[in-house]
């Protein structure tokens, strides 16, 4: 099963990047694919370390996926790393094999360490539909513009009708990122 999370790793200069990434779920370890081009994969092959945060925010998808920004976060307890301040769980994770293709890593990791903060109380309809989109987002080279306003057409309207205004803020963030590369819905 694959879970999406926040993922969280450090560069050499030991500055946190976030990343939204959809790992393979298991009770002792990880699965982590990320795609060798992208800051995640860097970090993970040169440290070896990471943290895959479990999180309720969808704002926080945006903002790290889209938007590179760098999360409120503290100290990991064992890995080197840092947690997302915002997390309802997080686990603290050690590559042990590297695989994978040219364009994707394939990193199994161990678990380290397994914190807590709060219940995870899932997503609404509006919360998925966010991440949904935020996806679609990262991959618009791949898509037709048709396809991509289909698809955020049918988002939209999910998150109008079951979202809050953090779920609205967030999706209206993925607009305004699919409108500045040229794609309107």
Request: negative net charge.
């Amino acid at each position: 099963m694959i879970v999406e999370t926040i993922f969280s790793t450090l560069d050499d200069a030991g500055q946190p990047d976030f990343a939204p990434m959809g790992v393979v779920w298991g009770s002792e370890f990880l699965t982590v694919r990320p795609y060798r081009s992208t800051q995640t994969c860097r970090n993970l092959l040169a440290n070896g370390y990471g943290v895959a945060n479990l999180t309720d925010d969808v704002l926080a998808f945006v903002r790290c996926g889209l938007y590179q920004e760098v999360l409120p976060h503290f100290p990991a307890k064992v890995a080197p790393g840092v947690v997302f301040q915002g997390t309802c769980s997080w686990r603290e994770i050690e590559v042990i094999s590297r695989g994978g293709s040219e364009d994707r890593a394939e990193l199994l990791c161990r678990i380290l360490y397994t914190g807590r903060q709060k219940d995870f109380l899932g997503f609404c309809r509006a919360g998925s539909a966010v991440i949904e989109a935020a996806i679609l987002a990262t991959r618009l080279a791949y898509r037709d513009r048709k396809t991509i306003a289909a698809n955020l057409g049918h988002y939209g309207e999910i998150v109008d009708k079951t979202g809050d205004e953090t779920e609205k803020q967030a999706f209206q963030l993925v607009r305004d990122y699919i409108r500045k590369r040229g794609s309107d819905d």
